[in-house]
């Protein structure tokens, strides 16, 4: 009918395959098969078994591969993604988000010692007066 609207409720929500979803979201269908199998994205299944996604997982993707990105583990992920869906930021997840970021700062403060290790094996091997003193006879 012309002039009549359907309550937002109502409507059917527009759905697309897994290989549109990954190439909205710039990741690829075996991620998106991951993401499925650990909780993290939910797609409805036709009759036929195939993957149907809403609009809404485009955005749902690129959140879980900016946390992905900030270091957190699946576990992680899934354990915030409700926080994120109810939009309520909770003491626990707030520290759940600094024990990962203490973690990271312990990984960063490790590898700035591995680093400094390797600058003095090149210095040593850069001083040719001093042989190879790496090697010991």
């Known amino acids: 009918m012309v002039g009549v609207t359907m309550p937002q409720s109502t ?45 809404r997982a485009v955005d749902r993707v690129q959140l879980i591969q900016m946390l992905y990105g900030a270091g957190l583990s699946s576990r992680t992920i899934l354990e915030l993604l409700p926080c994120v869906d109810a939009g309520v930021n909770t003491p626990e997840s707030r520290a759940r988000l600094a024990a990962e970021r203490k973690r990271i700062d312990e990984q960063i403060a490790g590898l700035i010692r591995t680093r400094d290790r390797l600058d003095a094996v090149i210095a040593v091997s850069e001083n040719p007066a001093n042989g190879c003193t790496l090697i010991h006879d």
């Open 11 to 55: 409507m059917p929500e527009t759905t697309m395959r897994i290989g549109e979803l990954a190439t909205r979201s710039g990741v690829s269908v075996r991620a998106l098969r991951y993401y499925e199998e650990q909780g993290l994205l939910t797609a409805e299944r036709s009759d036929s078994g195939q993957r149907h996604y809403p609009e």
